[in-house]
């Protein structure tokens, strides 16, 4: 190839390809805050980290616990957050959960309910960094909380 060439098609090629990652890297943060059912990034996802925490309560004699899980999506390369917990509804008194990205410390909080004892958080990107999820559970008059925290992913 001779030198003139290589002079005009390599900035060419430099060019093409930082808008192709930038390009990338906007559409995953471009999820950010979004539903994972409703944007079509659960679709193939699956469970990367869980966390459990069990507690017996005495109060009501039953042993009860909270389950976090990071869900991950290889599609939209997101992550997100699901409590579920075992205590049963009569006794249940408040659950929730966080999923965390480690790099810059952002967070959604679970905001809807997907069953009597299961709540899901917005997406986070996940491209090229790592998060992890957290819950928590109360049961009834019983003043202990559960407490689980994943590894990060």
């Known amino acids: 190839m001779s030198s003139r060439l290589l002079r005009t098609v390599l900035p060419l090629l ?10 990338s890297n906007v559409h995953a943060a471009s999820y950010d805050g979004q539903d994972p059912t409703y944007s079509g990034c659960a679709h193939g996802a699956y469970v990367a980290k869980s966390a459990t925490d069990r507690y017996y309560s005495s109060t009501y004699g039953k042993t009860v616990s909270v389950q976090a899980n990071l869900w991950y999506s290889p599609t939209c390369r997101t992550v997100w957050a699901v409590v579920d917990n075992t205590v049963p509804e009569q006794y249940w008194s408040g659950m929730g959960c966080n999923v965390w990205r480690n790099s810059d410390g952002k967070r959604y909080g ?44």
């Open 110 to 153: 679970c905001s809807r309910k997907t069953g009597t004892n299961e709540m899901i958080s917005m997406m986070l990107n996940d491209k090229d960094v790592t998060s992890y999820a957290t819950a928590w559970s109360y049961i009834g008059n019983d003043p202990h909380e559960m407490y689980a925290r994943t590894g990060s992913f």
């Open 14 to 23: 430099l060019a093409a390809s930082s808008s192709l990652l930038l390009t």
